[in-house]
């Protein structure tokens, strides 16, 4: 079974300041891909970014990131530069093997970019 | 317009009904799922689909039927709706395992309230 953590329930960060979103995943499989979903308040689920388990090189999407440390199990996404409208829930989410069709997903970060 | 859309966006309907949720996609992905949301549990896997008359369950899939005769819809019915049934429900669609992006692109939502 696959398992997704994310400790941090809401985060404040100052507007233009980076920020770490933390997640830890679980999973006996080798193959794998982990995936960050930001949800606005209008309750749209808007993908952010992808890292497969083989991937050599940290995943970069413009001011998005994923700190990929496979040894800790943790996928970590770094948004440089916060903005206003960066304001939103953010969801680490993972598929491994078979099924990677499936996404598990951990219950999300709250972030509050504040001006 | 290419994209995933939801109907009805909002719905309330009263206890025992029978309720369907439609989903209908554009990008003939093969893949289809339907996840629900609650405060403290992120998204959860109900149903998915790996194509046309081809449906398996997912994590939460007591009380809901899906039926796929057709690649781009994807229903969600509540055959017998119950309180605990009231939540916000994501239909998604992807392309199969080995693409290299399986980001799975999610509908707006639809806010289910069972009284």
């Known amino acids: 079974a696959q398992k997704i953590t994310q400790t941090q329930p809401g985060m404040f960060v100052q507007e233009k300041e980076a920020v770490t979103l933390d997640c830890t995943y679980d999973?006996?499989?080798?193959?794998?891909?982990l995936f960050w979903y930001k949800q606005p308040s209008s309750g749209e689920m808007i993908f952010l970014i992808y890292?497969?388990?083989?991937?050599?090189q940290n995943a970069t999407e413009g001011r998005y990131s994923l700190n990929f440390q496979k040894a800790r199990k943790s996928a970590n996404l770094v948004i440089s530069a916060s903005q206003l409208g960066d304001s939103a829930m953010y969801f680490c989410?993972?598929?491994?093997?078979?099924?990677?069709?499936?996404?598990?997903f951990g219950k999300g970060t709250k972030l509050s970019v504040i001006p | 317009d290419a994209g995933i859309t939801q109907s009805p966006r909002y719905k309330i309907t009263e206890t025992g009904r029978q309720v369907t949720l439609m989903c209908h996609q554009t990008?003939?992905?093969?893949?289809m799922f339907w996840y629900r949301q609650d405060l403290g549990h992120g998204l959860r896997l109900i149903y998915y689909?790996?194509?046309?008359?081809?449906?398996d369950k997912g994590e939460v899939p007591d009380g809901y039927v899906v039926s796929r005769s057709k690649t781009e819809n994807f229903p969600l019915t509540l055959e017998s709706a119950t309180r605990s049934q009231t939540s916000v429900y994501f239909c998604?669609?992807?392309?199969?395992?080995?693409?290299?992006?399986?980001?799975?692109?999610f509908g707006q939502g639809t806010r289910l309230t069972v009284v």
């Open positions: 999973t006996s499989d080798p193959s794998y891909g």
């Open positions: 890292q497969g388990s083989y991937d050599q």
């Open positions: 990008w003939s992905h093969s893949y």
């Open positions: 998604a669609s992807s392309d199969p395992p080995g693409h290299r992006n399986t980001e799975a692109f």
């Open positions: 989410a993972m598929g491994a093997g078979a099924g990677s069709y499936q996404l598990t």
């Open positions: 689909s790996a194509a046309a008359d081809i449906t």
